[in-house]
């Protein structure tokens, strides 16, 4: 099962930053967190990723804790094109496939 | 971008025939993968292939379902005997390496009738 915990749901206005939380307390030292998300009828799109650091990309950038407990991504300036659901997921280094759990179903409105 | 392909987008079936989902993963990725999603369910994990053999499959591939690479660019998913509760959409998606992103196609909805 899925080692993260999200909320269910949340809302973002358009134009602002989207700030998705994900708790993962018993994450282990050589496990990273990915992010994916799935638009609806789409297959999941793979989004940022880390390990100790934070991350930025073109998509968003990935804030983890220093106890790596904890991370979130951000969406710098939701657009409508953002409503989806986002997964948090801890993958260990060597472990080649990712599980999913049931992720926050962000909105984003006008 | 390079992207995973899924073919067809939707396939119908009745119950007991046996259907082929095919995907064409990334061109230079070597690992490759099957999920599916029930409608209103969680992206569930069917199985992981690498050199030409599963790596990993999970409790929901039984003996109805198999994989093959029948050649150099074509990944499929074969269930044997349809089920109603084969009725999903399947993902295909495929990765550079064991610890790189896996990148996913826009899936195949199956219906069973």
């Known amino acids: 099962d899925a080692k993260t915990t999200q909320p269910t749901s949340m809302d973002c206005a358009e134009g602002r930053a989207a700030n998705l939380p994900c708790n993962h307390s018993t994450i282990s030292g050589n496990e990273y967190v990915y992010w994916y998300r799935q638009i609806h009828s789409q297959g999941p799109q793979y989004i940022i990723h880390g390990l100790k650091n934070n991350e930025t990309n073109e998509m968003a950038s990935l804030i983890i804790t220093e106890d790596r407990k904890s991370s979130t991504l951000i969406l710098p300036h939701a657009t409508l094109r953002d409503t989806a659901v986002y997964y948090c997921?801890?993958?260990?280094?060597?472990?080649?496939?990712?599980?999913f759990g049931k992720g926050t179903r962000l909105h984003i409105l006008p | 971008e390079p992207e995973v392909t899924q073919t067809p987008s939707h396939q119908v079936t009745q119950m007991g025939q046996e259907v082929i989902l095919r995907c064409v993963p990334i061109?230079?990725?070597?690992?490759f993968y099957w999920y599916r999603q029930i409608l209103g369910q969680k992206v569930e994990f069917l199985v992981s292939?690498?050199?030409?053999?599963?790596?990993?499959k999970s409790e929901i591939f039984d003996d109805q379902f198999s994989v093959e690479r029948p050649d150099g660019s074509n990944f499929t998913l074969k269930i044997r005997s349809t089920k109603l509760e084969d009725s999903a959409m399947y993902f295909c998606?495929?990765?550079?390496?064991?610890?790189?992103?896996?990148?996913f196609g826009n899936g195949t909805r199956l219906t069973v009738t």
């Open positions: 998606a495929s990765s550079r390496e064991t610890s790189s992103p896996l990148h």
């Open positions: 997921i801890v993958r260990p280094n060597r472990d080649d496939k990712i599980i």
């Open positions: 061109s230079n990725h070597l690992y």
């Open positions: 292939f690498y050199n030409n053999e599963i790596s990993e």
